[in-house]
């Protein structure tokens, strides 16, 4: 996945829906020290959308004790490549802002990304980023399960959508609890999740008004077998 990233190309045009698309960081396999940001509807990247589209994006990387470092990314052909700076990240997390944007007749809205990935082992107190994101998706593990809990600046966000993607590459819907949790599914292999919070209430971004944000909360998390 990385050499595909890295490939010069000259950039591609790309007409796709926003929220066909989601922003993931995908650790690269048996390398903690490296990650791919892509823009996708998988966690694999899709050569039919640019590296831009990423533009603007920064990512942060959490280790042992809560300390935190910048991730150094580098644009490819369709996706980002990260050097983690640090050793042994616990998770790697950042906030896209893509603007204003408005969908036919749709109230114009702001529209933000929010992806995580969760390394082996991670607490998920030690991962949750609390009120200082608007909306994230955390990895709750329980014996040889994991349920995914979906938070608003901090708080369970109940009666939401989220989209699991499976180890197995299947993919479904589920629905959080008053406790912002999914149900269980088996702990182990790689998990993708996205999930959207909407925040009412009007705004404005770079000169541009809107009437309620939509946050995109995504998560890439590895499980041992």
């Avoid at 903690?32 to 920064?58: Q, T, Y």
């Avoid at 000169?207 to 309620?212: L, M, P, R």
Wanted: hydrophobic share 40%; charged share 25%.
């Amino acid at each position: 996945m990385l050499r595909a990233c890295l490939v010069v190309g000259g950039l591609l045009a790309a007409g796709l829906a926003a929220d066909a698309h989601f922003v993931f960081v995908v650790p690269a396999a048996g390398d903690p020290s490296k990650v791919v940001v892509v823009f996708s509807e998988d966690l694999e990247v899709d050569e039919n959308v640019p590296a831009d589209r990423l533009k603007g994006l920064k990512l942060t990387g959490r280790f042992e004790g809560g300390k935190e470092a910048p991730v150094e990314l580098k644009p490819g052909k369709s996706c980002l490549a990260g050097e983690v700076g640090l050793a042994g990240p616990r998770c790697v997390h950042g906030t896209l802002v893509f603007g204003v944007t408005q969908k036919g007749k749709d109230r114009p809205f702001l529209l933000a990304y929010h992806p995580k990935a969760v390394y082996p082992g991670a607490d998920p107190k030690a991962v949750a980023l609390g009120d200082k994101v608007a909306a994230e998706l955390v990895p709750v593990v329980a014996g040889r399960e994991v349920r995914f809990r979906l938070l608003g600046g901090g708080k369970p966000v109940a009666g939401a959508d989220v989209t699991v993607l499976r180890p197995d590459g299947g993919k479904g819907k589920a629905k959080t609890d008053a406790d912002g949790l999914t149900p269980a599914y088996p702990a182990a292999g790689r998990y993708g999740a996205w999930a959207r919070h909407v925040i009412p209430g009007a705004g404005e971004h770079d000169g541009k008004k809107y009437e309620e944000a939509r946050h995109y909360a995504t998560l890439v998390v590895d499980l041992p077998e």
